[in-house]
C-alpha cells in the first residue's frame, strides 16, 4: 500500500511539474503550447521553473526562469529518440545507406549534409512528420537570419571591410556545389520522399542557415549519421558568454545543467562557443556587446563600416530594452543582440 502511494504521489508531482511548464508556456502562442505537449510525448522532461516564449526574452523566442534554479539543477533531459538526426529519420536513414553513389561519399562529405537531407524530408512530411510541433516552432528567417540568407546587395553594403563578408560568398560557392553534385541528384532519385518543391537550392539555403545557426555536434560520435542534430528546447536558447547552462553528451540522452544560479526573471543562456563578433555574425546574424572573446582590427571586428555615413533603412539591433537604427556593436547594454530586418530576404 506504501509503495502504491510513493508511486501515486510520484506521478502527481510529475504531473504538477508538467503542467507548471505548459501553464508558464502558453502566454505567447498555441504553437510553444503544442512544443511543449510535444516535449512531454518525446520523453524530454523540463525543469517546471521555466516558461517559453517572448516575454522576457532579447529575441523573438526564448527560455526564462519563473523561479529561482539552483548551481547543478538539470534544466533539460533529452533523450537521444527526440534529436532530429539522418539516423532518427527512418526514410532518409534507409534510402542514404541504400543509395550507391551517395554512400560512398559519406565519409568525405560534410556532416551537415545527412542532416539537412532530413531537415528537408520531415519538412515536407509536414504534419505527420515526428518533429511537426518542434519545426512549427523553428524560424522561418522571414525577418531575420545570418547574412547568408541576406540579398547580395545587403551583404556587400552592411559587411563591407570585415572579414565576414568573404566567408559568406565562400559558404555560397560551397553550399550551391554541395547542392548540385550531392544534394539534389540524391533527392531527384528518390522523388517520392523529395518532390520537386522540396529540390529547390533557395530552400536549400535556407535550411543551411537554419542548420548553421541551431544545430548541435557530437564529434566524438562516429556515426556521421548522428554527429550534427537539432536539439529540441535546447536551441530555443539565446547566446551569452556570461551563459547560465552546458549540454552534456551521455550515451541515451542530452543533458542541460545550470553552471550557475539563474535568478527569477533571468533569461536562460546557453553559449554557442567562445567566439568573437565576426563569428557570432557569420554564423547566427548578431553579435554581442562587451564580448570578451572579441578581437581587436578593422579586418576582423564585426561593426558598421566607417565608409556608411547613415544607417541603412530596413536594418536595427533589437533587444528586450533598446532598439538602434543600425548595426552597432559598442553599446553598454550587456544582452545579445540579433539582426533583423523589415524585408523580406
Known amino acids: 500500500f506504501r509503495r502504491r502511494q510513493k508511486l501515486s504521489y510520484r506521478r502527481g508531482l510529475q504531473v504538477a511539474k508538467r503542467k507548471a511548464v505548459e501553464a508558464a508556456s502558453t502566454r505567447d502562442n498555441p504553437r510553444v503550447t503544442a512544443f511543449v505537449k510535444w516535449c512531454r510525448r518525446a520523453g524530454i522532461r523540463l525543469h517546471p521553473k521555466i516558461r517559453i516564449g517572448r516575454e522576457g526574452s532579447c529575441a523573438e523566442i ?16 533529452i533523450p537521444r529518440s527526440a534529436l532530429l538526426t539522418c539516423a532518427n529519420s527512418q526514410a532518409v536513414r534507409r534510402r542514404l545507406l541504400r543509395d550507391d553513389v551517395t554512400a560512398e561519399r559519406l565519409d568525405s562529405m560534410s556532416s ?22 518542434y519545426l512549427q516552432l523553428v524560424p522561418n528567417y522571414g525577418s531575420a537570419g545570418p547574412p547568408m540568407i541576406w540579398s547580395e546587395s545587403q551583404r556587400d553594403t552592411l559587411l563591407a571591410g570585415t572579414s565576414v563578408l568573404q566567408s559568406v560568398h565562400t559558404d555560397a560557392e560551397n553550399i550551391a556545389r554541395d547542392h548540385a553534385t550531392i544534394v539534389l541528384p540524391f533527392m ?12 529547390s537550392l533557395d530552400l536549400y539555403e535556407q535550411m543551411v542557415a537554419l542548420v548553421m545557426s541551431y544545430s548541435f555536434s557530437d564529434e566524438a560520435n562516429p556515426d556521421m549519421l548522428q554527429r550534427t542534430m ?38 536562460v543562456m546557453n553559449t554557442y562557443g567562445p567566439l568573437p563578433n ?9 553579435s554581442e556587446v562587451n ?10 571586428q564585426c561593426h558598421t563600416p566607417p565608409d556608411i555615413k547613415h544607417p541603412h533603412p530596413h536594418v536595427y539591433i533589437h533587444n528586450t530594452h533598446t532598439m538602434h537604427p543600425h548595426i552597432n556593436t559598442y553599446t553598454h547594454n550587456t544582452c545579445m543582440h540579433r539582426l533583423t530586418s523589415h524585408t523580406p530576404l
Do not use: C
Not at 121 to 126: Q, T, V
Not at 278 to 286: D, N, Q, R, V
Open 62 to 77: 526564448g527560455v526564462v526562469a519563473t523561479e529561482e534554479i539552483g548551481e547543478g539543477e538539470r534544466v533539460a533531459h
Open 112 to 133: 551537415w549534409v545527412p542532416l539537412l537531407l532530413a531537415m528537408l524530408a520531415e519538412y515536407g512530411l509536414e504534419s505527420a512528420s515526428t518533429w511537426y510541433p
Open 188 to 199: 531527384q532519385r528518390h522523388s517520392d520522399v523529395f518532390p520537386p518543391h522540396l529540390q
Open 230 to 267: 537539432m536539439v529540441p528546447f535546447v536551441d530555443l536558447l539565446n547566446h551569452h558568454s556570461q551563459h547560465h547552462v552546458e549540454l552534456s553528451f551521455r550515451d541515451d540522452h542530452l543533458e542541460l545543467v545550470a553552471i550557475r544560479t539563474i535568478k527569477k526573471g533571468e533569461e
Open 278 to 286: 565576426a563569428s557570432l555574425m557569420h554564423k547566427y546574424g548578431f
Open 291 to 300: 564580448n570578451p572573446h572579441d578581437v581587436v582590427g578593422g579586418a576582423s
